[in-house]
């Protein structure tokens, strides 16, 4: 069956490390997103990616970065820059413009700085 | 303003009562709606897309008033597995689609 894994389930970040949270898509989307959801709070939009080699910042992106070296990948780096990284990390993928199709997303990495 | 607002909730409901609520976009330009459904520490699933003339799936019915620049879902028959926090989304009107998640409004079905 076709869809999005990530992985680590659960990631604990030590205070001044950098993670990389996993999303691989089997879809054969071109779009790919990584959201970040804090408790009680909506969708936040950090990076997306319409191809592979090309990404674009999205509202939150201070702190992260990513790559897209292959269009099913779409890897997230949490920098020691991110001050508060404690949050529930979503990747989502998609078949860009097409406005009918909604996106399909992983079941998620919860990271935790201890 | 945010551009999806919804009421955050919780909406308690009666097991077998109907619920509705709505939610209100800002960009006029939109043309997709969906309602997405997601369950505590879970990733959001779609639950129904939202067509001009309103359709129905099951217990569930969404409509769009372009006019006023809302959508709304009502449930029907409300079941205890619906506790759910429920996500209205709408297309950014940009060259791909991107969409814009509503914060999510949460329903609580109660014996």
């Known amino acids: 069956d076709g869809g999005i894994t990530q992985s680590p389930k659960y990631l604990f970040r030590k205070e001044g490390q950098n993670v990389t949270l996993s999303c691989e898509q089997n879809?054969?989307?071109?779009?790919m997103y990584w959201y970040r959801q804090d408790p009680g709070q909506g969708l936040r939009l950090i990076y997306y990616?319409?191809?592979?080699?090309?990404?674009q910042k999205g509202d939150i992106a201070e702190g992260y970065s990513v790559s897209r070296e292959k269009k099913e990948s779409f890897p997230l780096t949490v920098t020691s820059a991110q001050k508060n990284p404690t949050a529930f990390y979503l990747c989502?993928?998609?078949?860009?413009?097409?406005?009918?199709?909604?996106?399909?997303f992983g079941s998620g990495t919860r990271l935790t700085v201890v | 303003r945010k551009e999806v607002e919804q009421d955050p909730g919780p909406f308690n409901v009666p097991e077998g009562a109907t619920v509705a609520f709505n939610c209100t976009y800002s960009?006029?330009?939109?043309?997709?709606f969906f309602w997405y459904r997601q369950d505590c520490r879970k990733e959001p699933k779609l639950l129904m897309s939202?067509?001009?003339s309103g359709n129905e799936d099951g217990r569930f019915t969404a409509q769009l008033n372009r006019a006023s620049q809302y959508i709304s879902l009502l449930i029907r028959d409300s079941k205890l597995s619906d506790s759910a926090t429920y996500l209205c989304?709408?297309?950014?009107?940009?060259?791909?689609?991107?969409?814009?998640f509503g914060a999510g409004t949460q329903v609580v079905v109660t014996p």
């Open positions: 989502a993928s998609s078949i860009p413009g097409r406005v009918d199709y909604g996106y399909t």
């Open positions: 879809l054969n989307h071109d779009a």
């Open positions: 990616s319409q191809i592979v080699n090309d990404f």
């Open positions: 960009n006029s330009a939109s043309q997709s």
């Open positions: 939202v067509y001009s």
């Open positions: 989304v709408v297309n950014m009107a940009d060259s791909w689609g991107k969409l814009q």
